[in-house]
Nanobody, 125 residues
Framework: QVQLVESGGGLVQAGGSLRLSCAASELTFSKYVMGWFRQAPGKEREFVAAISRSASRTSYADFVKGRFAISRDNAKNTVYQQMSSLKREDTAVYYC??????????????????WGQGTQVTVSS
């Protein structure tokens, strides 16, 4: 059974940094586009970042460009998200997801097949 397990969330002050990790199992990791999404209380889930299978291409939501960086290590079946200059509005549950669609990067949640359970990120002022 495919599992995606996120870690690295927590409480951080505004302006601080966190690094999220997502470890995949029972998945041919290198064959999947990986993405990060987030959902804040009372809001819909939104796209944050995605990375192509070979890590040659990335895509970011405008609100995280220049602050977040997605990366992956196919040998470790793990995708990362380095988050810097965090703002209160970045507070959300962050989910990693895997997509098998034939696109270089994928930004729409309905194109993702597998999802993690989420990790809470809380940014305090």
């Amino acid at each position: 059974q495919v599992q995606l397990v996120e870690s690295g969330g927590g409480l951080v002050q505004a302006g601080g940094s966190l690094r999220l990790s997502c470890a995949a199992s029972e998945l041919t990791f290198s064959k999947y586009v990986m993405g990060w999404f987030r959902q804040a209380p009372g809001k819909e889930r939104e796209f944050v970042a995605a990375i192509s299978r070979s890590a040659s291409r990335t895509s970011y939501a405008d609100f995280v460009k220049g602050r977040f960086a997605i990366s992956r290590d196919n040998a470790k079946n793990t995708v990362y998200q380095q988050m810097s200059s965090l703002k209160r509005e970045d507070t959300a549950v962050y989910y990693c997801a895997a997509s098998g669609v034939l696109s270089v990067v994928v930004t729409t949640d309905h194109d993702y097949t597998y999802w993690g359970q989420g990790t809470q990120v809380t940014v305090s002022s």
